[in-house]
């Protein structure tokens, strides 16, 4: 059965982060695993006492087996039959929920909101996790709630009867990883929502688009973007052919566009690509972009 892994700490993002990765679970027909990771603290010399003094390790795995049997016993009421797993590692907690996730199929984590507009404050370990992660993660305010993901009823109130909303995909044309638009277009078959896929470009100082996108020797450059767009996701239309998908090419960088598309969007997927340097991972500026501002939950797929 597959897995996804959710990051745990108490905190009311990462109570939201599980609320999102339970009923991402149902979907996919997942079992969930709940994860606390915290880091072991050296030992502290007490000169009064003339001795070494341990560090409340013993608190800290009751406090967290609690907070887990907590949770957990909430999202089951929420989910009945959802199977749920929980654990603790120690270590780092990036580079500790990075292997908890190790084989599962998506690792989601809470990042605290700041509002509509100003969207998420990213904090180091989720940063730290996105961009060294193999598997995609996704990341989910603290304020996110079921009804985001559907649109308002016919009185305009919020609901989880409703369809969803779109599925939204930043495609970048010169690397069009099969791994996100996997990712996107099966997220959005789940959700029975439209995709909408979204492009940025700008045109070179020379007339056109290069060889790449020639869809024509008369064809305006827009016109060239377009054509490549259409030609990339075809197949991917073939394959889903119950998601209905609309294109969008847009001048400049593709970040300030897909942060305004996420404010009716269910689910924002971007791609990046997997650097293993020695020091550490790189995340794009678009994507650092979303993960900063956009409204609705990102997920990061990385790609080779």
């Given amino acids: 059965m597959p897995t ?52 409340a390790v013993e608190t800290e795995h009751v406090w967290a087996g609690h907070m887990l049997r907590e949770a957990e016993s909430r999202l089951a009421e929420h989910h009945p039959g959802l199977p749920i797993t929980t654990q603790q590692t120690a270590g780092p907690p990036a580079a500790a929920l990075t292997a908890a996730a190790a084989d599962a199929d998506l690792l989601v984590l809470g990042s605290r909101a700041l509002g509509a507009v100003a969207g998420f404050l990213v904090g180091s370990v989720a940063l730290a996790a996105v961009s060294r992660s193999e598997r ?22 919020a609901s989880t009867g409703t369809p969803f909303r779109d599925v939204v995909l930043g495609l970048d044309l010169e690397d069009p990883a099969d ?10 078959q789940r959700r029975a929502a439209d995709l909408r896929v979204l492009h940025g470009w700008s045109p070179p100082p020379s007339h056109g688009y290069g060889a790449a996108f020639d869809a024509g020797p008369d064809a305006e450059p827009a016109e060239q973007v377009g054509h490549r767009l259409a030609e990339v996701l075809q197949p991917w239309k073939d394959k889903f052919p119950g998601v209905r998908v609309r294109e969008q ?3 400049g960088s593709a970040g300030r566009h897909l942060v305004h598309a996420s404010r ?16 550490g991972g790189h995340i794009g500026p678009v994507t650092h972009a979303v993960l900063q501002h956009a409204s609705a939950p990102v997920a990061v797929v990385p790609h080779d």
């Fill in 249 to 251: 090419t847009v001048v």
């Fill in 136 to 157: 995609p993660v996704v990341l989910v305010r603290a304020d996110e709630h079921a009804t985001d993901e559907h649109r308002a009823d016919a009185t305009r109130s």
């Fill in 4 to 55: 996804i892994t959710v990051g745990l700490d108490g905190s009311p993002q990462s109570h939201a982060a599980a609320d999102w990765a339970a009923r991402e679970a149902q979907q996919r027909e997942a079992s969930l695993r709940l994860v606390h990771a915290w880091e072991p603290q050296p030992r502290s010399y007490a000169p009064l006492a003339g001795a070494y003094a341990l560090p």
């Fill in 264 to 279: 009716d969007a269910a689910l924002l997927v971007v791609g990046r690509r997997n650097r293993r340097a020695v020091v």
């Fill in 179 to 188: 791994a996100v638009l996997g990712f996107a277009f099966e997220a959005a």
